[in-house]
């Protein structure tokens, strides 16, 4: 029996790459993780939008493992995959797994973060540095006056590319009030991995180091806002922090609604990764799809994309996040 499967899987394994015809090309998608909520709408609004297109997508998701991810991109390429689109764990890591895809004559599309000193041919992302300042911004707008404001900073992953414009951009909007003493920054990190456990851990040594008298945790997306919160709620803090967030994650929605987190970034997901589906394609086909920016990773000017954000609070959840379909009224409860 087993004599016989191992010819019959190669054979349909061959007539898979076989039909990886330009007419019906075949993506692949190397996700970093599936972890964060965002991520799985990324992924299926993709396929959907590869299946309209005629084509197939070949995920992988590396559960934020470096060694892994290159390991997925070079099993991609080797199942003759017609164009990747990568969502990179670490901005500096793939750069080897982007050379494989480069000598193997694989495009590559990076999304949402960038891939460094990388022959990459398109970017596909938010405009990230306007997430950070729409998060600095509603912080500051909402500080007490009269006294100096007592904040905490939690950046996220320092591998994420991403990470260092969301702080860029809040930094646009603190950096000027920390100089002038209105704002006073008592704890600030990176949580490894924008996981919330190590969000929670900086928020506890944040309480530890400085006491309860903190006024915002500007956190840089809602995943880590959740560990935040956890820990504020410990020390009977929670709701009377001020603390931001980004994705428009269901738990953030929630929490907002709550009064536990003050707002969100929403980013509009179904638009950016529908978008990159369409360009895959067009890649795969030997088109050119059209860009509206360059952006410099250190090895070329990278023919770019950038879709905009929108800042979410209490006042504004329903006709945002709700009328655009990405969560209904009723599950927000
Ligand atoms: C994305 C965010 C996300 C974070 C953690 C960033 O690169 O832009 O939307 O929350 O990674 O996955």
Known sequence: MKTLLAPAL????FAATAFASKKRPVIGLSLDTLKEERWQRDRDTFIEEAKKLGATVIVQSANSDDTRQVRDVESLISRNVDVLVIVPHNGAAMTRAVKSANDAKVPVVAYDRLILNANIDYYLTFDNVKVGEAQGGYAAARLPAGRTARIVRIYGAPTDNNAKLFKQGQDNI????????????????????????????????????????????VVSNDGTAGGAIQALQEDGLAGKVLVTGQDA?????????????????????????ALAARVA???????????????????????????????VDKENLHSTVVAD?????????
């Open 325 to 333: 379909g990405f969560h209904r009224a009723a599950d927000l409860k």
């Open 174 to 217: 603190l950096l000027p009030l920390i100089k002038a003493g209105k704002i006073e920054v008592v704890h600030e990190d990176w949580a490894l991995d924008w996981k919330p456990e190590n969000a929670k851990k900086i928020m506890n040594a944040a309480i530890t180091k400085s006491g309860r008298n903190i006024d915002a945790v």
């Open 10 to 13: 190669l054979l349909l394994a």
């Open 281 to 311: 394609v067009d890649v795969a086909k030997g088109k050119k799809p059209a860009t509206s920016a360059t952006l410099d990773n250190g090895a070329k000017q990278v023919p770019s994309i950038f879709e905009k954000v929108i800042s």
């Open 249 to 273: 994650d269901l738990a953030a929605c929630q929490r907002i609604l709550r009064g536990t987190q003050a707002m969100t970034v929403y980013k509009p997901l179904k638009n950016l990764a």
